[in-house]
């Protein structure tokens, strides 16, 4: 008997359009659709939130935010692409987190606001010009997902120098990182599917 795909969510922290960590995003979704997982790939562009403000949350959730909190819990297991702005994650990412961690009270189903977070798998992964590759932007975004009882993968990759690292169909040219991406992916369809068993 065969076990159903894993629903796997993967998405970068950037919206820039010659990004790095999209580039990521783009190569951890085909590797994980070749392990077997089901997998959607969403930009967050195709989400535009206002920066996070209780009083204009007061008149209303956007319905990007809705949207977001139905798709991070319909998904088990999900990778993120972080890149390293000053030493940290992106304030695309932090806005994001901070709407679809929002509780909303005039909805049932999202008065909880951790509900779309308790219980997911989380790989991370991150790619900066930098050598550090991004690192401590992951350094930071672990304890936040965290505190929102998310299950991390022991494994991270961050990929240093990623100016460098793409070829021009946007493969990675090295495979030790290619290696570093299939690790983080691998671990999260594994803690995944055990997880939502």
Not at 12 to 36: E, F, K, V
Not at 52 to 74: Q, S, V, W
Not at 149 to 158: D, E, I, M, S
Request: aromatic share 8%.
């Amino acid at each position: 008997m065969t076990s159903k795909p894993l629903p796997l969510l993967i998405f970068a922290g950037s919206t820039r359009a010659q990004s790095h960590n999209r580039r990521l995003a783009h190569i951890a979704a085909d590797m994980a659709r070749n392990a077997g997982a089901q997998v959607t790939h969403i930009e967050l562009a195709d989400y535009e939130l206002p920066i996070y403000n209780a009083d204009l949350e007061a008149r209303g959730t956007p319905a990007a935010a809705i949207r977001l909190k139905e798709i991070f819990h319909a998904h088990p297991a999900w990778v993120i692409c972080s890149p390293e702005y000053n030493g940290s994650y992106t304030g695309l990412l932090k806005n994001t987190i901070d709407w679809v961690s929002s509780p909303v009270k005039s909805d049932p189903e999202w008065t909880n606001g951790i509900k779309p977070f308790e219980g997911k798998v989380v790989g991370l992964l991150s790619a900066s010009p930098g050598a550090l590759g991004g690192l401590r932007s992951l350094s930071h975004l672990s304890p936040m997902l965290l505190n929102l009882q998310c299950w991390l993968t022991p494994k991270q990759f961050a990929l240093s120098r990623a100016n460098e690292a793409f070829d021009p169909e946007g493969q990675l040219f090295a495979e030790s990182a290619r290696l570093g991406v299939r690790g983080v992916v691998e671990q999260a369809i594994w803690a995944g599917q055990r997880l939502s068993a």
